[in-house]
């Protein structure tokens, strides 16, 4: 199966550095590329060549809701998806599993891809509520064949600390047992891990933070994907 390969680009980058991104970016083929910047820079981002994605979206088709942005909308811009539940927004913005089957309902049924983010947090894992978490959470994640599961452990995010391919891979055997879809690894991914990651069996792709800010080091990923 070819690697799908995401970069979140979280809070960085309006559209002039979105542009100077692409000038210097380069993929190989053989691996699945999205790129998702900030929504100020989805314009800019899809004017070029790649695959370009949200970093959320609403439910509804308009409303007062402000600060929102709705499917119809990102379909107008010409952005093809958009990632759902990402823990900042579970942690910070008090997004539940609720909100979240709602967000992929309504992106599924626009015709958007769906990357949906699950994972533990530190504590949930120290308390041996790895799979009961993992469970919860897969479970109100509807099934579609546009849809993919970033598994992102809570404290392996931005934090330096990536979890080990033997963990990663238990956890996305997990989720595969309960949802049959692609599973990216999502948690600290970089050019020099990115290969022995992807080599598990059940690891289809990542999701990169930190590490896709830079065009060479998220090239750098990607050409581990296929190799
Ligand atoms: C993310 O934000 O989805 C992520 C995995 O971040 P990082 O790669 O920086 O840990």
Redo the contacts with the bound molecule.
């Keep these: 199966m070819t690697n799908l390969i995401a970069a979140?680009w979280?809070m960085f980058k309006g559209p002039a550095e979105t542009l100077e991104f692409f000038d210097r970016f380069e993929a190989p083929d053989g691996v699945d590329v999205v790129i998702c910047p900030p929504f100020v820079s989805l314009e800019a981002a899809v004017g070029e060549e790649w695959t370009i994605y949200a970093q959320n979206v609403h439910w509804a088709a308009e409303g007062a809701f402000t600060g929102e942005t709705s499917v119809q909308m990102l379909v107008e811009l010409g952005v093809q998806g958009a990632i759902v539940g990402?823990s900042?927004r579970r942690q910070w913005f008090g997004e539940t599993d609720e909100t979240v089957h709602a967000r992929c309902e309504a992106a599924l049924e626009g015709g958007l891809g769906v990357i949906a983010?699950v994972g533990e947090t530190e504590a949930e894992r120290e308390a041996g509520e790895t799979e009961a978490v993992l469970h919860r959470q897969v479970v109100a994640i509807p099934r579609h064949d546009q849809l993919v599961i970033?598994y992102?452990p809570v404290w392996?995010?931005?934090?330096g600390k990536t979890a080990t391919p033997e963990i990663a891979q238990e956890a996305h055997a997990l989720i595969k047992s309960l949802h049959d879809t692609r599973v990216l690894y999502?948690?600290?991914?970089k050019p020099e891990n990115a290969a022995e990651l992807l080599a598990q069996p059940d690891v289809d792709g990542a999701?990169?933070?930190?590490?896709s800010l830079d065009p060479e080091s998220f090239a750098a990923i990607c050409r581990a994907a296929v190799a």
């Design positions: 979140n979280k990402h900042e983010c970033a992102e392996a995010i931005g934090t999502g948690g600290s991914v999701l990169v933070g930190g590490a």
